[in-house]
């Protein structure tokens, strides 16, 4: 995603109505996740922005989630993940490596999103629920993880 003042604009405004002022520090933060295209963990966005110490890059990612520009992604692991709010971006899905914790963003297509929203739909419906989203994370292993799985196998069946 393209960092422009349209983006910046929109936080600044998202930021002030909870009485909260859009520092540098904020800004570098939602830069790094903008820049990113996909979940990063604090120690990502400590790598990233090795200028902002990690404290300070936790509190700021608290208030930005507090004010929907934030959204935090549970992971596979010990390490929760952070991205820019769906409405900033776009509606996507994750695959989560349940080896490394490593979060992928995916996009599926306009046909698959309406046949998943349609049984979502008559699934809440029929249990009495009222959804209002829906998140969809699939578990599984990367292409880095399987290659050393296959790697560690092959080494031992010598």
Not at 80 to 97: G, K, N, Q
Not at 141 to 152: D, E, F, M, P, S
Request: proline share 3%; glycine share 6%.
């Amino acid at each position: 995603m393209m960092v422009d003042e349209t983006l910046h604009g929109l936080v600044e405004r998202r930021l002030r109505e909870v009485s909260q002022r859009y520092t540098s520090g904020r800004k570098a933060v939602v830069e790094v996740l903008a820049n990113a295209g996909h979940p990063l963990s604090i120690e990502d966005i400590g790598e990233l922005a090795p200028r902002l110490p990690r404290s300070s890059a936790y509190r700021h990612l608290v208030d930005l989630q507090q004010c929907g520009v934030v959204r935090r992604v549970a992971a596979n692991d010990d390490y929760y993940r952070f991205e820019l709010a769906e409405d900033i971006t776009e509606h996507h899905h994750h695959l989560m490596c349940t080896l490394c914790g490593k979060v992928i963003d995916v996009t599926p297509t306009p046909a698959f999103e309406r046949a998943m929203a349609n049984y979502l739909d008559d699934l809440s419906t029929s249990n009495g629920f009222a959804s209002i989203d829906h998140r969809l994370d699939v578990l599984g292993a990367c292409a880095t993880c399987r290659q050393r799985k296959l790697a560690a196998t092959a080494g031992c069946a010598g």
